[in-house]
């Protein structure tokens, strides 16, 4: 995809898709469909295939599945890029389109009840002409709801300072779906982050500026790899 791309460029790139996309077997539980399970489910797939290290890279509710693994399996992982995501749930957070008071939430709660995932990706963009055509990753209604139920309350602010592998922290300066003081958060609370603003971009800076966002990943991936 257009994430994995610039970073298969890099070297060894492994995607991790959530149970129930992608064509894999359905989550069977509430308990399998978790942010927690699937952060550990990142660890098995590492051991499983015999990687000693690696360099995280999670975009949006990503980033969330990221920080968990993170904090339950640091000597794991070389570096953590956290993009366009946050540490805390959206419950205060009328700026987000998901917030129920935002004017534009009943366009959403619409647009995914009806499977019309592109108008939601296409509100949160800065330029919404160039993620149209974004795939999903054909997450399944019961994946998106567990995600909408689990969100709100996320509580991972007061970890951030046990953090200790290097971080990279990216937001878009016009991000609609998780606004960009949550990826200040981020960098303020970790260790020696680096955070950097993609200023013409919304919640898909690897979209709206696919060079820059290349640039910037193969330069802290060098640093840590």
Do not use: K
Not at 9 to 14: I, K, S, Y
Not at 55 to 70: D, T
Not at 173 to 190: F, K, Q, T, Y
Request: charged fraction near 20%; hydrophobic fraction near 40%; charge should be negative.
């Amino acid at each position: 995809g257009p994430l994995a791309g610039p970073l298969s460029a890099l070297g060894r790139a492994v995607v991790v898709n959530p149970r129930g996309s992608g064509g894999s077997s359905p989550a069977v539980s509430e308990d399998d469909r978790s942010i927690q399970r699937l952060a550990d489910d990142l660890e098995s797939v590492r051991r499983a295939m015999g990687i000693s290290e690696w360099v995280v890279v999670g975009q949006s509710l990503g980033g969330c599945v990221g920080l968990l693994h993170v904090l339950c399996h640091g000597p794991s992982i070389a570096g953590l890029v956290l993009s366009c995501t946050t540490a805390r749930g959206l419950g205060d957070e009328r700026m987000s389109v998901y917030h129920p008071e935002n004017p534009d939430n009943s366009l959403v709660r619409e647009a995914l009840a009806a499977g019309r995932s592109s108008e939601v990706r296409q509100l949160v963009a800065h330029r919404p002409e160039l993620v149209a055509d974004e795939p999903s990753g054909g997450l399944s209604p019961e994946r998106q709801s567990a995600f909408a139920q689990e969100l709100p309350g996320l509580a991972l602010l007061g970890h951030l300072g046990s953090i200790a592998v290097p971080t990279l922290v990216v937001g878009g300066r016009h991000d609609r779906a998780i606004p960009i003081h949550h990826s200040e958060e981020l960098a303020d609370g970790i260790p020696g982050a680096r955070l950097v603003i993609f200023e013409g971009s919304g919640h898909f800076p690897y979209l709206e500026e696919p060079a820059s966002y290349a640039r910037v990943l193969a330069e802290f991936i060098a640093d840590v790899a």
